[in-house]
C-alpha cells in the first residue's frame, strides 16, 4: 500500500506565497520522477511542475515570470521521499486543487500513485 498526502494548501492574497509538501509512505522501493499537478474548477487536470530522481525541474509555462523565471520551485528529499512546491507571487488564476504524483516502484510493481489533492485559494 502506497500512499502520498499533500499538506500546505490554504487561503492567500494574490501576490503571497504558499509552500506545499506532499509525504510518500508505504511499501516503496524506489521513487522516480515525481510531479504537482493543479485542476481548477471547470478544468481539466495540469501539470505544474515536474522534478526527476535526480532534481531536474520544468514547470508549466504559466507559472512563469518575467524572463522565463518561474514563480514556482519544486524541489525533493528523497531520503524522507518528500516533494515540496514552493509557490511565490501567487495570482487569482492559481487558484486549484492542487495533487502530488509520483512514478514509483513498490513491492517489484511500476506504479503511479496520486494524493488526495490540498486546495489553494488565491484571493484578496
Known amino acids: 500500500q502506497v500512499q502520498l498526502v499533500e499538506s500546505g494548501g490554504g487561503l492567500v492574497q494574490p501576490g503571497g506565497s504558499l509552500r506545499l509538501s506532499c509525504a510518500a509512505s508505504g511499501s516503496i522501493f524506489s521513487i522516480n520522477a515525481m510531479a504537482w499537478y493543479r485542476q481548477a474548477p471547470g478544468k481539466e487536470r495540469e501539470l505544474v511542475a515536474g522534478i526527476t530522481s535526480d532534481g531536474r525541474t520544468n514547470y508549466v509555462d504559466s507559472v512563469k515570470a518575467r524572463f522565463a523565471i518561474s514563480r514556482f520551485t519544486a524541489s525533493r528529499d528523497n531520503a524522507k521521499k518528500m516533494v515540496y512546491l514552493q509557490m511565490t507571487s501567487l495570482k487569482p488564476e492559481d487558484t486549484a486543487v492542487y495533487y502530488c504524483?509520483?512514478?514509483?516502484?513498490?513491492?517489484?510493481?511500476?506504479?503511479?500513485?496520486w494524493g488526495q489533492g490540498t486546495q489553494v485559494t488565491v484571493s484578496s
Open positions: 504524483n509520483a512514478q514509483l516502484t513498490s513491492d517489484s510493481t511500476r506504479l503511479v500513485s
